[in-house]
C-alpha cells in the first residue's frame, strides 16, 4: 500500500499502542461524549479535537450537496474555507464518500483526487479524510489537514475513526433529539393553529397568516370561487401584494389544486398550491410562496399545513354560510336591496353623522303607480318580475354613498346623504326617468330638519300623497316646516 491510496480498513483502533496521541484520542473521546446538546457546536469541537488529536494544522467538516461537497465547519487553516465548495470527484472528501472508507494523501503534490487550488489556497501538503456514517448513508467526511508533507499517515486515520464513529453516533442522538423536539412544537403550533382559525370571525385570514408561519412563506392567500367559477383572492397575508384573480378558463397550479383536490408544486418547486376542502369537496384553494426550492423537510411541512387546511375547510365554509345567513337577513329576498331593517338602522346613523357635521339629509319614498290593477292584469308573477326590475334600475342611477330599500309590497326609500332637497330633486327626477317599460312611480322627497326618523317619514310620506294627488308619475317635495 502507497501513502496515495485508500486506507485498508484493517488497520483500527485495536492495532494502536497506547501512546500520546491515544491518550489524546481518549481525552477527546470523553469531551464529545460529554459536550452540549448543540449539532453545530458539536461538529466544532470535532474539527478541534481532530486537529488536536493528530498534530494537524486544521481541520473541517465536509457535506455532500449535490454534485459538490461544501465546507460546513473548519478550524487552523481550513477556518477560512468555511463555505467553500468543490466538485466531489475533485475532493479527497468526495473519495471517501463515494467509497465508505478514510482516504489518505501523505503528499498531495500528484495526488489526482485532491484539487490543487483548494490545496494550495490553504497551505495543504498533506491530507487524511474518514467519513462519518450518519444512519445508513455517508454524505460527511471530517477532513485533516497538514501544511508538511508526509505528516499524516494510516495511523493518523486510524487514531481519528473512534473519534469520528463516536462523534457521529452523538450527532445522529442529537438530531433524533432535535427532530422530536421540532415535530413537539409543530404539533403544538398546529394544534394552536387549529384553535384559532375554528374561533376566528374570518378563518380564511387566520388561515393565511398561520401557514405562513408555520412555513416561514412570504406570502400566503386563499382564493375562493365566486358566483362565475372565478378563483379570487379573499384573504392574504402580505397585504402589500397585488390580490389574484383567476378566470375560470385560465390554467394555474391554484386552478388545478382547487379542481383535482391535491396539492400542487410549481415548476422549480418555490410555489405551492393547498386544496381547503369541506365534505369531500373544494371550498378554495391556499397558495404559499417559497423562499426556496422546496426540500423534503418543506414537504413535510406542507403536508401538515395540507391537513391544517382541510380542517380550515369547514370553518371557512361555516363562515360563508353565516355570511349568507347575515346578508339574507338584511336583504330584501325578492329584490336583493337592502331591507327595512338596514334602511331604520341607516337613516339612524345618517341622521346622527348629518347632525354632527352640519351636512344637510334627504329622504325619498317612492311608490309604483297603480301596482295593485297591474298584479291583477298581469299576475303576481309579473308583478314580482316588476319590483325586480324597478330595483335594477333604481339601484343602477343612485350613487354609492346612497342606500336603497325595499320598505314593503311597492314602496321604495332612498337616502341621498350630504345631500339638499334640490340635489336630491335632481337624482329623483332621474330616477323616475329610468324606470323600465311601462312602469310609473310616484315620490315623495323631504330634506331632514332636525326632527326625529318619524317626522322625517312622515313628511316624505305626505309628499308622496301629493306627488298621486297630483297626478302620479311625478316627484313632491316636502318643505322644511311642514307636517
Not at 75 to 89: F, I, L, Q
Not at 142 to 148: D, F, G, K, P, R
Not at 201 to 222: G, K, Q, T, V
Not at 329 to 339: E, M, P, S, W, Y
Request: a negative charge; charged letters at 25%.
Amino acid at each position: 500500500m502507497t501513502d496515495q491510496e485508500p486506507l485498508d480498513p484493517a488497520l483500527s483502533w485495536d492495532s494502536l499502542p497506547v501512546d500520546a496521541d491515544v491518550k489524546r484520542l481518549l481525552s477527546a473521546i470523553q469531551r464529545i461524549g460529554t459536550a452540549a446538546a448543540d449539532q453545530s457546536a458539536l461538529c466544532q469541537l470535532l474539527i478541534e479535537m481532530a486537529a488536536w488529536v493528530v498534530g494537524a494544522d486544521g481541520a473541517g467538516i465536509e457535506h455532500v450537496d449535490g454534485d459538490e461537497l461544501v465546507v460546513s465547519h473548519g478550524c487552523g487553516v481550513m477556518a477560512a474555507s468555511v463555505g467553500a465548495r468543490v466538485p466531489r470527484e475533485q475532493s479527497l472528501a468526495g473519495w471517501a464518500v463515494a467509497t465508505s472508507r478514510p482516504q489518505l494523501s501523505a503528499d498531495i503534490s500528484h495526488d489526482e483526487r485532491v484539487n490543487h487550488l483548494i490545496g494550495r489556497a490553504v497551505g495543504a501538503r498533506s491530507i487524511v479524510v474518514v467519513p462519518m456514517r450518519r444512519t445508513h448513508d455517508v454524505t460527511t467526511a471530517l477532513s485533516v489537514i497538514s501544511t508538511t508533507r508526509n505528516a499524516l499517515s494510516a495511523r493518523d486515520a486510524a487514531v481519528l475513526q473512534p473519534l469520528v464513529t463516536v462523534a457521529a453516533a452523538r450527532l445522529e442522538d442529537l438530531a433524533v433529539f432535535t427532530q422530536r423536539v421540532a415535530a413537539d412544537k409543530m404539533l403544538a403550533q398546529l394544534g394552536q393553529a387549529s384553535r384559532a382559525i375554528l374561533v376566528a370571525d374570518d378563518p380564511a385570514a387566520e388561515l393565511c397568516r398561520w401557514s405562513a408561519r408555520l412555513i416561514d412563506s412570504p406570502l400566503s392567500r386563499f382564493l375562493h370561487p365566486d358566483d362565475d367559477g372565478n378563483l379570487v383572492t379573499v384573504a392574504q397575508h402580505e397585504a402589500a401584494s397585488a390580490r389574484v384573480e383567476l378566470p375560470l378558463d385560465e390554467s394555474s397550479i391554484m386552478r388545478s389544486a382547487f379542481d383535482s383536490g391535491r396539492v400542487q408544486l410549481n415548476a422549480d418547486y418555490r410555489c405551492a398550491a393547498l386544496p381547503v376542502t369541506s365534505a369531500g369537496h373544494s371550498v378554495g384553494v391556499l397558495a404559499l410562496a417559497l423562499k426556496e426550492r422546496i426540500t423534503a423537510a418543506d414537504a413535510g411541512l406542507l403536508g401538515l399545513v395540507a391537513v391544517l387546511a382541510t380542517e380550515a375547510g369547514l370553518a371557512i365554509e361555516r363562515d360563508e354560510l353565516r355570511r349568507q345567513l347575515e346578508a339574507q337577513a338584511r336583504t330584501d329576498d325578492l329584490t336583493g336591496v337592502a331591507n327595512r331593517r338596514v334602511w331604520l338602522e341607516r337613516l339612524t346613523l345618517e341622521m346622527a353623522r348629518a347632525g354632527r357635521n352640519r351636512t344637510p339629509l334627504c329622504l325619498a319614498i317612492l311608490d309604483l303607480d297603480h301596482f295593485k290593477d297591474f298584479n291583477d292584469q298581469h299576475g303576481h308573477l309579473a308583478g314580482d318580475e316588476a319590483l325586480r326590475r324597478t330595483a335594477e334600475a333604481l339601484g343602477a342611477h343612485i350613487r354609492e354613498t346612497d342606500l336603497l330599500a325595499r320598505l314593503g309590497g311597492e314602496e321604495f326609500a332612498i337616502l341621498f346623504p350630504e345631500t339638499d332637497s334640490d340635489g336630491a330633486q335632481i337624482i329623483g327626477q332621474r330616477l323616475l326617468a329610468a324606470l323600465p317599460g311601462d312602469i310609473t312611480a310616484s315620490c315623495g322627497l323631504a330634506q331632514w330638519d332636525g326632527e326625529d326618523a318619524d317626522a322625517l317619514y312622515r313628511r316624505a310620506d305626505e309628499a308622496l300623497y301629493a306627488a298621486k294627488a297630483g297626478g302620479r308619475n311625478r316627484l313632491a317635495i316636502a318643505r322644511p316646516g311642514d307636517d
